[in-house]
């Protein structure tokens, strides 16, 4: 950890210097603004009067081309993202638009999330109805790597489990019948992470970050990230009136055809299932291999997902009965 506090601090040197030189700002106020779940950092420019935020991301570990690509393809679409204003890929930074101090997760409650969750999913059905886009799939081989994350970092390294054969066959099983049900789906553009941490409060609202990842892929994958939020979770009633509501809308708009509510509630929530393992498998990871350990206290709320929607489809029970037995391990090492 020593050697990469070193390499970030003449990274922010070299920003220091960058800022006057190429993006022609000087005499400026920075402070962090936040740091993602990857090498990227943000930091909050203030300068006469106005506020920017510079994005620094290795290049190393790091590829900018897609932030600014997609950026402008949000844009386009007219959902309010950050945008690009200064860009040097060669170095890794650039300098965006700031949406904000103000975000979803903080501001949610009771009195506040109808409001703010509409204006999200009107925001993601116009994403969604968009189209196809120029973006990677969001394919078999994809999702499988994703989900080895959960059997790699949580099961493995989190819980140091030795799986016996058999156990490592149901969850082969378990995957293989996860990425299908995903495969079915109607292709959308997928942003990944459209939760509680990438979405500002803002005018218009949302305001939307961390989209460099975005994919054609199921459509039902958005609004999971959305409604079972790993670091926010809602009475189960009122996810089956907001899932209700966003079916009948897709059906409106033409983005699905034919689709039954009860066939969307099936891939709402495998998806689901498939993500939150992901999920876990991340937090882990970030814990081991990032010194990230305040993830880790997310991972009971992502478990109990899996646990609790696994139960009502015949082909998960032989995997939530393995994971029901590691559920003492759950609490017990998470926290």
Known sequence: MGRQRRTLDKRFERLQ????????????????????????????IRFDGQSRIVMDAPPAQEDCHPFVQISALLSDIGL???????????????????LGERMYLDELNG?????????AMQALLRLQAY????????DQDLLWREMELFREWYL???????????????????????????????????????????????????GILD????????VSYDLV?????????????????????????????????????????RWFDLMGIQRHLKAS?????????DGKPGYLADIPRTLAYVLDVGQGYPELQDFIRLLGEYEVMFASRSL
């Open 17 to 44: 210097l960058w800022l006057p030189e190429v993006a022609g700002i000087a005499d400026c106020d920075i402070t962090p603004a936040s740091a993602d779940a990857s090498f990227r950092r943000y930091f909050r």
């Open 80 to 98: 309010h993202v950050p945008e690009v204003l200064v860009e040097d890929l060669e170095q890794g930074f650039l300098l965006l638009t700031d």
């Open 111 to 119: 009195r506040s999330v109808g409001a703010l969750y509409g204006d």
């Open 131 to 138: 189209g196809p886009a120029p973006l990677p799939a969001y």
């Open 156 to 206: 493995g390294r989190h819980l140091g489990l030795a799986l016996t054969p058999d156990q490592q066959a149901i969850i082969d099983q378990v995957f293989h019948f996860l990425s299908e049900s995903a495969l079915q789906q109607p292709r959308v553009i997928v942003h990944r992470d459209y939760h509680s941490r990438n979405l500002m409060v803002s005018d218009p609202n949302p």
């Open 211 to 218: 989209f460099q990842d975005a994919v054609m892929g199921p």
């Open 225 to 265: 990230s959305l409604l079972r939020d790993c670091y926010i979770a809602w009475p189960q009633q009122q996810v089956q009136h907001w899932l209700q509501d966003y079916h009948r809308q897709l059906l409106d708009r033409q983005i699905i055809d034919g689709v039954s509510l009860a066939e969307f509630q």
């Open 281 to 289: 498998g991340i937090f882990a990871r970030l814990n081991y291999r």
